[in-house]
Structure formats: structure tokens, C-alpha cells
């Protein structure tokens, strides 16, 4: 009867150990770096959102240690930090190592391409969740949406332009498939870290510089150097990511998954809708304290260069690789299929008041 009942208690504390109750004494620590620099608006808040949602949900069993460019010193090296396992998570734009994966790069955006709520649905309902994870796999990293700025303008200019000749010897700051488009077209572009982009235009570095929007690009104070604040055709929308180290992640019990999933999906949408709040907000701010800054349009002859260009790119990017080829085709079937109802939607909407 007594190893009858030592059995049965045996059996009953495995029980106790392996309950919720249990697991959920157990916490885990997250570290995560990303590109931004610590005062970097709602980029940086997007990670730290995360973190706290999670925190939340988990009741203090995820815990996130967040350290910023400053810290790590390798704004354009977070994959390469979560890759090699010196950080459990990273929080940056995929399109800063198409130098590394070339095929990551249009999980950010694309030229002439989706706006940012038809790049959602492409995520969540069609095939970019599976493509962005094939290309992530290879190198034991997932990849999650971390947040989008909606469109992006088309940069700041010291000088007007007219044409295509005025591109030509131009030296820009512009990242991912926009460079490779601007450098056909004869500007000398570069892609300089956050952190230098205002000293560069103000010393000449550089003749132009492309960041993200009103939201953000009146903090960096470019408006004080270039006056010409162009509509964007390079980033109609830009989806930043949580890249997550594979072995972290299998660490995790299933629910701690399911409760990180959820607040990276969760961020990534308020950083969206915070984005054209601030946006609007700092636009009207800088029409008043900022008279003197002209909003211009790219001319179609340069419009139309860009696009062409964009398009032999790509059609160049799918000929030489696979999975380009792969991604490319679904992103441009999808954009075929859920455009005519942003058409006869929103953008007819827009259209049909917009003199009211």
C-alpha cells in the first residue's frame, strides 16, 4: 500500500510540474536589437510596444531586453546579430541586407508596388507569410511584420528637379531596390545609417536624402537644409520586421509563441496607424513653422523612367534566381487581383472629393 501511494504521488507531483501553474513560474528573457537609434520615434516604439504587450500577456513569464544601435553598434547588422545568436530578436527593414539575402529585400517594399494595406492582406491571406519564412529558414531565422510606415515620401532635395539629367551625378541616400533604381538612372546613391543622414546633408555629403515621412523626418530636421519635399514612387508602402533566432523561438512553450505572435502582429498595426497620425500632425505643423518648404511631384519623364526601370530590374531578378522569381510573380499577381477594388474604393474616393 505505501509504494501504492508513493506511486500515486509521484504520479501526482509529474502532474503538478507539467500543469500551466508550473510552466508558468518559468520566465524567459528576450533580448532584441534594433537598427534605431534610442530617440527614434515610433520605430523604436514599435519593438518596445511588443515587449510590453507581451509582458502583459505572459504575466511576466517573456521578459525583453532592448538594446538600440548605440548600444550594439550595428544599425545595418541585426541580422547578423540574431543570426549568430548574440541577440534572440532584432527589430529592423529586410531590405538592408540585400547585400547578404537579395531576396529579403522585397518584404519591405517594392517600387510601384502594394500600398501598405494591400501588403497586409498579401502577408496574412496569401502567400507573404510563407515566401518571407522560405527565404528566412536557410539561416534558422522566422520573420515577422514589425510595423509599416504606409507610403513614404519620395525624399528631400537641395535642388529642384526638372528631368532626368538632373538626377545624373546626384548624390542621394536611398536603401533597398530604390538605390539599384536610382543608380541606373545615374544618381550616386548610398545608404548612410539614421544617425549620420543630417550631418551629411548639411555638409554636402550628400544632395538628397530620402527617409520616411513627416512623422519622422521633421525630428531629423532636413527641412532645414533642403526645400524641396518630393512625393514618393520608391516606397508606396514600408514594412519594417521582427527577425527572431529559430532556436529562441523553439525554446518557447507553445502558449509564450502564441502570445508573441500576437503582440508582434499587435505592434505592427498601431505603428501603422500611429504613423499616419504623426504624419499628419507633423505635416501641419511644418506648413506653418516651415513656409518656405515646397512639396513638388516627380515630372513624368522621370516618373516614367523609374518605372520602366523598376520593371526591367525585377524582370532581370526573376530570370537569374528561383525563389526571386517565386516572390516577384506572387507579388505582382496579388497586386493584380486586390488593385482594382483599391481603385474603385479608396483611391475613387479620394479622387471624387477632391476638391470638397
Known sequence: MFMRNT?????????????PLAAAEETYT???AETWGPNSGLLGQSPRNMAAMAEKMSDGRLKFRIDSSNKHKAPFGIFDLVRNGQY??????????????????????????MIAPEMYAWFYHDDGMALMQKVYEPFGLLSFPGGNTSNQMGGWFRKEINSLDDLKGLKMRTPGFAGEVMSELGVAVTNLPPGELYTSLERGTIDAVEWVGPALDLQMGFHQIAKYYYSGWQEPNAEVQFLINQKTWDKLPADL????????????????IQSTHESGAAWANMKK??????????????????????????????????????????QREYLQQVRPWTNISDKAYLNSVADQ
Open 257 to 272: 509563441q502564441e502570445i508573441l505572435r500576437v503582440s508582434m502582429r499587435t505592434a505592427a498595426y498601431d505603428m501603422y
Open 88 to 113: 534572440d530578436m532584432g527589430h529592423t527593414a529586410s531590405y538592408y541586407y540585400k547585400g547578404t539575402i537579395p531576396n529579403a529585400m522585397y518584404f519591405t517594399t517594392i517600387p510601384f508596388g
Open 30 to 32: 528576450i533580448r532584441l
Open 7 to 19: 506511486f500515486v504521488a509521484a504520479l501526482a507531483l509529474v502532474a503538478v510540474l507539467a500543469s
Open 289 to 330: 513653422e516651415y513656409p518656405e518648404v515646397t512639396h513638388k511631384v516627380f515630372p513624368p519623364e522621370v516618373i516614367g523612367a523609374l518605372r520602366d526601370t523598376t520593371n526591367r530590374l525585377l524582370n532581370e531578378f526573376a530570370e537569374k534566381d528561383e525563389l526571386a522569381n517565386e516572390i516577384i510573380t506572387s
